[in-house]
């Protein structure tokens, strides 16, 4: 059974909760948030205001997919983290 867009941005919340939280993760996550956010960019059922949110962290996860240090992308991006998050959280209800 498939995700549901709500579990999707639930999983997506967590994965960058982790990140902010821990500073550190890996690229396999960064490769997740991407799948994530391509399949919640064509779900017509989602609030299409949470595009521009979307939109970001996918510059984040490929940057982090193709960066040499992702532990410092991580840090780096700790601000847009927490917007990130209580960006979905203002979606997801």
């Not at 639930?10 to 399949?39: A, F, P």
């Amino acid at each position: 059974m498939p995700l549901t867009h709500e579990h999707q941005l639930g999983l997506l919340k967590d994965i960058l909760s982790n990140h902010q939280e821990d500073c550190c993760g890996s690229v396999s996550e960064c490769e997740q948030l991407e799948r994530l956010v391509t399949s919640l960019k064509v779900n017509g059922n989602i609030d299409q205001n949470i595009l521009p949110i979307l939109e970001e962290i996918s510059q984040y996860s490929q940057r982090g997919i193709h960066t040499s240090n992702l532990n410092n992308h991580i840090e780096s991006s700790q601000e847009q983290l927490s917007q990130w998050v209580d960006g979905i959280n203002g979606f997801s209800g």
